[in-house]
């Protein structure tokens, strides 16, 4: 058998996980939306953030190629004529001090010969006439007014790049300025995205420009991969946000811009910590918030729990106890609830079943005088047994020749006598429904219509009365067999009588009291052995399915007028108990004796 | 660099223009100097030994070469020379004028 919890801890998990549940389940179902919908925000808010910082430092590169084309654009305006060589020089000497990431400047006029040569690096020269018209930057120029070159790194470390400009005038010739791209890490390092976010610059091959570590720059090929990889990932996205690793291992989210006219990458740059503060803040917060909530919840739902199964508990005990008879418990639950209401009922009931148990102690009292099935009648409708007045017949019914007999016989005899002859009477009364009133010695007094009505009563107690005389007789033919004559007499009259109980706590009988009951002992008084006598009103009654004789008139005492009595006649199976119908000396010589 | 002001001293003393490779020669009395930005080259040099300190390799650093590179021109050791610069395109060149 498997192992069971017992009842009351089982309901207690039960409310408990339910309480518990209940509440931890919609909170952090609540949690995981919110983190999930601030999730979405944040990531949606980042690539904005980011984008727009690319973007400005996108601007800002463009300016930068912008500003060195403009100044190109100066020296570029006057033709070539012989005597403007210093001229030109000026200009190339003012663009160099102009602009300090011009490293070189190359003029080449209309021809494409390089007419002069000006570098912060190198000595300058003028007219070297070298033939540059097939320098791709040259061609470039001519063909859209600016050209700009590769990035190419000198020495494979620091980046370069060269801008050509041409003038207006085909005669101006064609500005070509080498432009070390360090000077944009100047732009780069000032942009700060958050606290740890930054920009980097690549070129479409994805090499490092421009990075706030100048020295990643620097070390030219060896740290390329990294960032050609990254630039190839973030241009396959088409400018949204993209988790990866960067540099160093860190996670970052990164953005990327082009720049129009270089065709270089901007990428902002945010570690992923930084970029996710916020919501991981309010991750935590909301973590907190679920196990501040789940504690509380823990204690509330034990608390709740215990204070909805503690009550069930106590009435589960209370009605185990009034169950085992212990009516007077009572449960005593001040929850002020629909449970303290329950348990108000149960002591109800408790208090019904104490009354209820009084009573079927009362109506075990009664069966002593009823037959079983009057008892349960009874037992519905109390007021059954209350005074009351009513029509009742009383059969009486005592031994002949008992007194000379208990005279002679030996005690133990008598007792056995009187235990055949009760048995015998009991079974007929039990067999009849009747009310055995009384046993008095060899007497006894049976009512018929009370404390149950019935039909036909007379009819009823006149065959209850013939079925006594049969049981009896054969009884005293048994004992005469043992030498003690004794006959059995019957009388049975019908009339109003007050029936109920009466006695006194402890002791309580049921009787009747009224003039009927006297004619009927005053009948069985007068009956012979094995005769029932009735009154007028039960031979009137019980006519159609028995036959009476009338005997005549007689007198009895304590009655002014005489009174017609009737013997029962007997029926066919009891012809030779009932000899004799009529009165025999000994009955008339009884009736003198009992009559006035 | 210690006996900066003797030599320029010695120069103007026999009447020779001085060009130097640093501008601390020419604040001294030097006439001219070209070259790169000491000062701005001790601040790498006092990056790297940061993160060399810090751990890096340094045979990961790369090296970092000089991207400004200033003209400076003193007008009093010029005066003193008899020299007019002023016709020349040597001043509007110049990024830092002693005078």
Same mark, same amino acid.
């Not at chain 1, 006219?261 to 945010?270: C, E, H, K, L």
């Not at chain 1, 002949?400 to 056995?416: D, H, L």
């Not at chain 2, 021109?73 to 002023?86: C, F, R, S």
């Given at each position: 058998?498997?192992?069971?919890?017992?009842?009351?801890?089982?309901?207690?998990?039960?409310?408990?996980?339910?309480?518990? &549940?209940?509440?931890?389940?919609?909170?952090?179902?609540? /949690?995981?939306?919110?983190?999930?919908?601030?999730?979405?925000?944040?990531?949606?808010?980042?690539?904005?953030?980011?984008?727009?910082?690319?973007?400005?430092?996108?601007?800002?590169?463009?300016?930068?190629? #912008?500003?060195?084309?403009?100044?190109?654009?100066?020296?570029?305006?006057?033709?070539?004529?012989?005597?403007? !060589?210093?001229?030109?020089?000026? !200009?190339?000497?003012?663009?160099?001090?102009?602009?300090?990431?011009?490293?070189?400047?190359?003029?080449?006029?209309?021809?494409?010969?390089?007419?002069?040569?000006?570098?912060?690096?190198?000595?300058?020269?003028?007219?070297?006439?070298? #033939?540059?018209?097939?320098?791709?930057?040259?061609?470039?120029?001519?063909?859209?007014?600016?050209?700009?070159?590769?990035?190419?790194?000198?020495? #494979?470390?620091?980046?370069?790049?060269?801008?050509?400009?041409?003038?207006?005038?085909?005669?101006?010739?064609?500005?070509?300025?080498?432009?070390?791209?360090?000077?944009?890490?100047?732009?780069?390092?000032?942009?700060?995205?958050?606290?740890?976010?930054?920009?980097?610059?690549?070129?479409?091959?994805?090499?490092?420009?421009?990075? =706030?570590?100048?020295?990643?720059?620097?070390?030219?090929?060896?740290?390329?991969? #990294?960032?050609?990889?990254?630039?190839?990932?973030?241009?396959?996205?088409?400018?949204?946000?993209?988790?990866?690793?960067?540099?160093?291992?860190?996670? $970052?989210?990164?953005?990327?811009?082009?720049?129009?006219?270089?065709?270089?990458?901007?990428?902002?740059?945010?570690?992923?910590?930084?970029?996710?503060?916020?919501?991981?803040?309010?991750?935590?917060?909301?973590?907190?918030?679920?196990?501040?909530?789940?504690?509380?919840?823990? /204690?509330?739902?034990?608390?709740?729990?215990?204070?909805?199964?503690?009550?069930?508990?106590?009435?589960? !005990?209370?009605?185990?106890?009034?169950?085992?008879?212990?009516?007077?418990?009572?449960?005593?639950?001040?929850?002020?609830?629909?449970?303290?209401?329950?348990?108000?009922?149960?002591?109800?009931?408790?208090?019904?079943?104490?009354?209820?148990?009084?009573?079927?102690?009362?109506?075990?009292?009664?069966?002593?005088?009823?037959? =079983?099935?009057?008892?349960?009648?009874?037992?519905?409708?109390?007021?059954?047994?209350?005074?009351?007045?009513?029509?009742?017949?009383?059969?009486?019914?005592?031994?002949?020749?008992?007194?000379?007999?208990?005279?002679?016989?030996?005690?133990?005899?008598?007792? /056995?006598?009187?235990?055949?002859?009760?048995?015998? $009477?009991?079974?007929?009364?039990?067999?009849?429904?009747?009310?055995?009133?009384?046993?008095?010695?060899?007497?006894?007094?049976?009512?018929?219509?009370?404390?149950?009505?019935?039909?036909? =009563?007379?009819?009823?107690?006149?065959?209850?009365?013939?079925?006594?005389?049969?049981?009896?007789?054969?009884?005293?033919?048994?004992?005469?067999?043992?030498?003690?004559?004794?006959? &059995?007499?019957?009388?049975?009259?019908?009339?109003?009588?007050?029936?109920?109980?009466?006695?006194?706590?402890?002791?309580?009988?049921? *009787?009747?009291?009224?003039?009927?009951?006297?004619?009927?002992?005053?009948?069985?008084?007068?009956?012979?052995?094995?005769?029932?006598?009735?009154?007028?009103?039960?031979?009137?009654?019980?006519?159609?399915?028995?036959?009476? $004789?009338?005997?005549?008139?007689?007198?009895?005492?304590?009655?002014?007028?005489?009174?017609?009595? &009737?013997?029962?006649?007997?029926?066919?199976?009891? *012809?030779?108990?009932?000899?004799?119908?009529?009165?025999?000396?000994?009955?008339?010589?009884?009736?003198?004796?009992?009559?006035? | 660099?210690?006996?900066?002001?003797?030599?320029?001293?010695?120069?103007?003393?026999?009447?020779?223009?001085?060009?130097?490779?640093?501008?601390?020669?020419?604040?001294?009395?030097?006439?001219?100097?070209?070259?790169?930005?000491?000062?701005?080259?001790?601040?790498?040099?006092?990056?790297?030994?940061?993160?060399?300190?810090?751990?890096?390799?340094?045979?990961?650093?790369?090296?970092?070469?000089?991207?400004?590179?200033?003209?400076?021109?003193?007008?009093?050791?010029?005066?003193?020379?008899?020299?007019?610069?002023?016709?020349?395109?040597?001043?509007?060149?110049?990024?830092?004028?002693?005078?």
């Amino acid at each position: 058998m498997s192992k069971r919890l017992p009842p009351g801890r089982s309901l207690f998990i039960k409310y408990f996980l339910t309480l518990f &549940f209940a509440v931890v389940v919609p909170l952090i179902l609540g /949690a995981v939306g919110e983190a999930w919908l601030g999730y979405r925000d944040q990531w949606l808010r980042l690539n904005e953030v980011l984008q727009a910082e690319a973007r400005s430092a996108a601007g800002k590169m463009q300016d930068f190629t #912008d500003g060195i084309r403009d100044q190109l654009g100066w020296v570029v305006q006057f033709p070539w004529s012989q005597d403007e !060589d210093q001229r030109h020089r000026i !200009d190339a000497l003012r663009l160099l001090q102009q602009v300090p990431a011009i490293v070189s400047t190359t003029l080449v006029d209309e021809t494409g010969t390089e007419r002069l040569f000006v570098s912060r690096l190198r000595v300058n020269r003028i007219g070297r006439g070298m #033939d540059m018209s097939t320098d791709p930057a040259i061609i470039g120029a001519r063909a859209n007014k600016v050209s700009y070159g590769p990035v190419r790194y000198q020495h #494979d470390s620091e980046p370069y790049m060269r801008i050509a400009v041409a003038g207006t005038l085909t005669e101006a010739g064609v500005a070509v300025a080498d432009v070390n791209l360090k000077l944009i890490w100047d732009v780069i390092a000032a942009i700060k995205i958050g606290h740890t976010g930054y920009i980097i610059v690549v070129d479409e091959t994805g090499r490092l420009i421009a990075h =706030p570590d100048m020295s990643l720059v620097l070390r030219g090929s060896a740290s390329a991969g #990294d960032f050609s990889r990254l630039n190839q990932m973030l241009n396959a996205t088409n400018g949204s946000a993209v988790v990866t690793t960067a540099d160093g291992g860190q996670r $970052v989210v990164a953005v990327s811009v082009s720049v129009g006219d270089p065709g270089w990458n901007v990428i902002a740059v945010q570690p992923i910590a930084e970029a996710f503060e916020p919501i991981r803040a309010a991750l935590w917060r909301s973590l907190i918030l679920i196990a501040i909530g789940t504690l509380i919840m823990l /204690a509330l739902a034990y608390w709740l729990a215990h204070r909805m199964s503690g009550p069930i508990r106590q009435l589960e !005990d209370g009605a185990k106890r009034i169950g085992s008879g212990q009516f007077d418990h009572r449960i005593a639950i001040s929850s002020g609830d629909e449970l303290e209401q329950l348990a108000m009922r149960f002591n109800e009931m408790a208090g019904e079943l104490a009354t209820s148990s009084q009573k079927s102690e009362r109506i075990n009292r009664l069966k002593r005088f009823l037959a =079983p099935q009057v008892a349960e009648l009874v037992e519905h409708s109390d007021e059954l047994l209350d005074g009351q007045r009513r029509e009742v017949v009383v059969i009486f019914g005592d031994l002949r020749g008992f007194t000379s007999f208990s005279k002679r016989a030996e005690p133990e005899a008598i007792m /056995a006598v009187l235990r055949e002859y009760y048995e015998v $009477v009991g079974a007929v009364v039990t067999r009849h429904e009747a009310t055995l009133i009384q046993f008095a010695g060899d007497g006894l007094m049976v009512l018929v219509n009370a404390p149950v009505e019935c039909e036909n =009563p007379a009819q009823r107690a006149v065959l209850f009365a013939l079925d006594l005389q049969v049981a009896v007789q054969r009884l005293a033919s048994s004992w005469s067999a043992r030498g003690y004559a004794m006959g &059995f007499g019957v009388g049975i009259a019908m009339g109003p009588a007050t029936v109920g109980t009466v006695g006194y706590e402890g002791r309580l009988d049921y *009787t009747a009291v009224g003039n009927v009951v006297n004619l009927a002992s005053r009948l069985c008084a007068a009956a012979d052995d094995a005769q029932i006598l009735a009154d007028p009103v039960v031979a009137e009654r019980a006519n159609d399915s028995v036959v009476l $004789v009338s005997l005549g008139e007689r007198s009895f005492k304590g009655y002014d007028q005489a009174l017609e009595v &009737f013997a029962v006649a007997q029926s066919e199976g009891t *012809t030779e108990i009932f000899g004799s119908l009529l009165p025999s000396p000994k009955v008339e010589r009884d009736l003198a004796e009992a009559g006035v | 660099l210690v006996h900066r002001e003797r030599i320029a001293q010695f120069a103007v003393e026999h009447r020779l223009p001085s060009m130097f490779g640093w501008s601390e020669y020419c604040e001294a009395g030097g006439l001219l100097s070209y070259g790169a930005n000491q000062r701005a080259t001790y601040f790498w040099l006092a990056g790297y030994a940061g993160r060399i300190l810090r751990g890096e390799s340094p045979a990961a650093l790369p090296v970092v070469q000089p991207d400004k590179f200033e003209l400076a021109v003193n007008l009093k050791t010029a005066k003193l020379l008899g020299m007019n610069l002023n016709i020349s395109s040597i001043l509007f060149r110049a990024n830092k004028v002693i005078e």
